[in-house]
């Protein structure tokens, strides 16, 4: 087998060069078979997912290369790709490398492939570095992504108050509280929403079935996944999950979440009802929420939950903000669809869903590029915009990474992600033009993210802001 020349993607605002190659032979692989409690993995037993996985050791500094190319100066300029001369293995493709670069003076080092115990973020070599990187290697194709690191708890902070939260590209979860142990086609998430924020996340899908829905004085909320309650060992409630978001937020004010919210599940209450649940009992006057129905600047959202609604109102709520209702209207969602925009005109949609067969996938994973494509299509403005109207030609981008089939188990949420998140991360690692666009993501909406500390797909998404970051200054 011939290796394919290696090709350096540089996403950041600043020169990289690659300075030396370290290459080293195929080191013996390791097998793990930790397996925790069945409850813990109930999921995953049931979908044949646990299993002892090859693991990727990491180079020490006691490892001896067996090829060491030093004083290249191979320099790739911001936002710009170059294809090296420079093979990615000599004597077989199980073979490492490990690259350094030169930033402004500055050394980092990465592994390719990167250790399975480690994080994407590349090492400084220097003892109080200015920058951090992350570098996504991309085996099939010989390819390294990198982008500027943010710290994933706040990564917000970077960007300007006067950008639009719809121009931003930002990491989603479906069905985010659904990482209890339950049915594997209910499950949907590996870690806790709390997890979720701490890794980048900013934007949650929920769905919730008012448990009281005639009594006024009562605000429970069941979470839900269709007509299931998302745990096998009791109902979970919206109450609890909100008061993790409010503490995330408190303690990372320059953050915020945009929260879909819909009416499932069991029982025969009525979307007026969970209006009035939550105007009554969490979007008060005062509260965190941001309910205007104008998609808003980050400078204001900023510690805020900003209300992506799937419901419908009551008429008091109708007449909010001047007649123009309450919260970003998403109410008349289309349904299994594979582009929509929303009668708003607030959010453009991709949410196909019935995956009928495993050999389908490709059909979910062109879709997503899809709609990727339509959100790097769009120039955003900068500066609050005068009304809610001209707010609607610059929409949120929600693109859905997940899809099920009930009734087949290579369909269920875990086998889909398994499939189409590398795939995500490889076009948006490899797919965006070198041009002056803006390059969004729009809103990846995603399952299984997180799993065995794997937040690659994350750190894309949010690397894809530097651009942004660029413009702004």
């Excluded at 924020?197 to 009594?215: E, M, T």
């Excluded at 750190?459 to 894809?464: E, K, L, N, S, T």
Aim: with cysteine; proline share 6%.
């Amino acid at each position: 087998m011939v290796a394919e020349f290696l090709t350096i993607r540089n996403n950041t605002g600043n020169p990289i060069i690659l300075k030396r190659i370290e290459r080293f032979a195929a080191p013996e692989q390791r097998r793990s078979d930790d397996i925790t409690t069945f409850a813990r993995n109930f999921t995953r037993v049931l979908t044949n997912q646990t299993r002892a996985n090859a693991t990727v050791l990491a180079i020490t500094d006691q490892t001896q290369p067996f090829e060491e190319l030093k004083g290249l100066d191979i320099r790739v300029e911001p936002f710009t790709t170059k294809k090296t001369e420079r093979r990615a293995f000599k004597n077989s493709d199980k073979e490492r490398m490990r690259l350094t670069f030169e930033v402004d003076g500055e050394r980092h080092q990465i592994q390719t492939p990167v250790p399975t115990t480690e994080s994407a973020t590349m090492k400084a070599l220097a003892e109080h570095p200015k920058f951090q990187f992350t570098g996504i290697y991309i085996t099939a194709e010989s390819y390294l992504t990198v982008f500027s690191s943010a710290n994933l708890n706040a990564w917000m902070h970077e960007l300007r108050d006067d950008t639009l939260l719809s121009a931003l590209s930002i990491p989603g979860t479906h069905n985010s509280p659904t990482c209890h142990v339950a049915p594997p086609s209910v499950r949907c998430q590996a870690v806790s929403p709390r997890e979720q924020l701490k890794n980048g996340v900013r934007f949650f899908d929920i769905r919730v079935q008012p448990q009281y829905p005639d009594d006024p004085a009562k605000d429970e909320l069941i979470l839900v996944h269709s007509v299931f309650p998302i745990s096998l060992t009791g109902n979970k409630y919206f109450r609890d999950l909100m008061k993790e978001v409010n503490d995330f937020l408190e303690h990372n004010p320059s953050e915020t979440l945009i929260i879909s919210l819909k009416r499932e599940g069991p029982g025969n209450a009525k979307d007026e009802q969970l209006a009035r649940i939550l105007h009554q009992h969490y979007a008060r006057e005062g509260s965190r929420w941001w309910v205007r129905p104008k998609i808003p600047t980050l400078g204001e959202a900023r510690g805020k939950v900003v209300l992506v609604r799937r419901f419908n109102l009551n008429e008091e709520l109708k007449k909010e903000h001047g007649g123009n209702g309450w919260g970003i209207d998403a109410a008349a969602w289309a349904d299994n669809t594979p582009s929509a925009t929303c009668p708003s005109g607030q959010l453009c949609i991709q949410d196909f869903y019935e995956v009928q067969e495993s050999t389908n996938i490709e059909k979910k994973i062109n879709l997503v590029k899809e709609q990727i494509d339509r959100a790097s299509r769009c120039h955003y403005p900068f500066g609050v915009l005068p009304n809610a109207q001209e707010a609607r030609k610059y929409p949120f981008f929600i693109n859905f990474l997940s899809a099920s089939n009930f009734w087949k188990t290579d369909t269920w949420p875990e086998k889909i992600a398994a499939k189409v998140n590398p795939a995500a991360v490889d076009y948006i690692c490899r797919r965006h033009k070198d041009d002056d666009k803006d390059c969004s993501t729009g809103i990846l909406v995603t399952d299984w993210v997180g799993l065995d500390g794997d937040w690659d797909l994350v750190r894309c998404i949010v690397g894809m802001n530097a651009k942004l970051r660029m413009r702004q200054n």
